[in-house]
């Protein structure tokens, strides 16, 4: 082969793998662009219009079935945390709109909560990715394999005690961005943080309970070293805040006197029409 037709070859390589790559992403910005419509026009301060989104539901179904037939073969790490999250998300939002308005079946929970639905979390099947799967098999196997428990902070659970859904959708090459957001957005936020210092006490979302040992962890090993006394959870809530926290909020904790309890998880439906009506 002539130089010249060497050269021609290697060009048509490189453009059939710039080609492939851009056909890659353009179907990642595709995907994130559909449900980004959706959580910009639907959603609010961690709220959502389901009275809207439910007649509206055409292209959140789309969305969701062709969630169907992904392959994750080849993804990276942050593109399948992202596919996870979305995928999580975008389910709570359709389970909510199937049954939308939500009938009341126990006093357990709210009566507009997500909770009323039968086996919302550990029962109703979805098939994501090849695979029939619940929404709690989503957070508990496919987003803890990856040892991130801002991930946790980041699922709408459709409930107003829940990290608060955002506007937009996850994507990979913004996912660290939008995590550490998530996780500052913990400290400035009642539902997942509160510090009474009258009271001495540090109370902390019911989130931090449930995934326990997946924040002690990530973050036990962190602490300072002047809360070693401390238990691993503790530890962990300390390494977790301390950093995202007014530099008088730290001067109380600097103390170490406080007590951590956990906050009752806020089950009402996160439902934009009723906000302030619970």
């Not at 130089?3 to 595709?30: D, H």
């Not at 998530?182 to 979302?205: G, K, Y």
Request: aromatic letters at 8%; charged letters at 25%.
């Amino acid at each position: 082969m002539t130089g010249g037709g060497l050269r021609t070859l290697i060009a048509m390589l490189l453009a059939g793998a710039a080609a492939s790559g851009m056909q890659s992403r353009s179907s990642e910005v595709r995907d994130n662009k559909t449900l980004d419509e959706i959580l910009e026009v639907h959603v609010r301060d961690g709220y959502v219009s389901y009275r809207a989104l439910k007649t509206e539901r055409n292209r959140l179904d789309a969305y969701v079935a062709s969630l169907a037939g992904a392959s994750l073969d080849s993804a990276t790490p942050a593109q399948q945390i992202s596919f996870w999250l979305n995928a999580y998300n975008a389910l709570v939002l359709r389970t909510v709109v199937d049954h939308y308005p939500i009938a009341q079946r126990t006093n357990e929970y709210p009566p507009r909560s997500i909770r009323q639905i039968p086996g919302a979390f550990e029962r109703l099947q979805h098939r994501i990715a090849g695979k029939s799967v619940t929404l709690d098999q989503i957070e508990q196997t496919f987003l803890a394999a990856f040892h991130d428990p801002r991930v946790f902070l980041a699922l709408g659970r459709g409930a107003a005690g829940s990290g608060r859904l955002r506007s937009e959708a996850y994507a990979s090459d913004a996912l660290e961005r939008q995590l550490s957001e998530v996780a500052s957005e913990c400290v400035n936020r009642a539902q997942c943080f509160q510090l009474d210092p009258l009271q001495n006490r540090v109370l902390i979302s019911s989130i931090f309970s449930w995934r326990r040992n997946d924040f002690i962890d990530a973050y036990a090993g962190t602490a300072p070293e002047e809360f070693k006394a401390r238990s691993l959870i503790e530890l962990a809530v300390i390494a977790f805040m301390s950093p995202r926290m007014l530099a008088s909020e730290r001067q109380v904790l600097s103390k170490n006197t406080f007590k951590v309890e956990y906050l009752p998880f806020d089950w009402s439906l996160n439902d934009l029409s009723t906000r302030g009506a619970r």
